[in-house]
């Protein structure tokens, strides 16, 4: 018993005493004392129903999580080389983010037997006047632009052997932007937030160009 329902039960006393002068004090102090006991029962009942519903809910929490990271990891086997590379927490949030995007470039753009090593979100400079957000993805055959979920239908795809460079340079504060020499075109993909990420991805690039 605390200290709180010890001052409580004091205060209790002193009222039922006043206001059973006239009654056996034996009595009343075993229906007082019957009175807790039966009150602290119901107390402790449900208390161990509220933890015991709290430990339901947290298992459920915990395989809640536990199935969506199988899911991240499902897809995250398929456009990060992981076995290789192991996955970067920044990949993992991105397919976690946005799992039905990732999905839905596993099945419509990559070929059946092609897999990615890794990707990078960024925008597309195509030109002065255009700009397309997506994510770029070093794949098993090729580098792939893909628009995000809001301009999916844009894609564009880039070999390896036409890659002649990769420089990636500052662009703000916190922006990084990435450029890529590919054959007499010179390709800019910038609002790159992730400097470990870009050189990831643009070392990885680089290795697979080189093997041509």
């Not at 456009?79 to 993992?92: G, T």
């Not at 007499?184 to 870009?198: A, G, P, R, S, T």
Request: aromatic letters at 14%; charged letters at 40%; hydrophobic letters at 35%.
């Amino acid at each position: 018993m605390g200290i709180y329902q010890k001052v409580c039960y004091k205060v209790e006393d002193v009222f039922v005493n006043i206001l059973t002068k006239k009654e056996d004090p034996k009595l009343v102090r075993e229906k007082v004392t019957s009175y807790r006991t039966e009150k602290e029962k119901k107390k402790a009942i449900k208390k161990a129903e509220l933890e015991e519903k709290r430990a339901h809910y947290k298992k459920e929490q915990e395989l809640k999580e536990e199935q969506e990271k199988q899911e991240v990891l499902a897809i995250l086997s398929k456009v990060v080389d992981i076995n290789q590379l192991e996955y970067s927490q920044y990949e993992y949030q991105e397919v976690k983010r946005n799992k039905a995007y990732f999905e839905s470039v596993l099945q419509n753009i990559f070929e059946k037997d092609e897999y990615g090593f890794t990707f990078l979100a960024c925008e597309f400079d195509k030109s002065s006047k255009k700009e397309t957000k997506g994510y770029l993805f070093a794949t098993n055959k090729r580098v792939w632009f893909v628009g995000n979920k809001y301009n999916s239908d844009f894609q564009q795809k880039f070999r390896y052997q036409t890659i002649k460079n990769v420089q990636w340079f500052k662009d703000g504060l916190l922006e990084r932007g990435l450029k890529m020499q590919y054959g007499v075109k010179k390709l800019e993909f910038d609002e790159i937030f992730d400097f470990e990420q870009m050189k990831r991805f643009g070392d990885l690039v680089l290795n697979e160009a080189a093997k041509y």
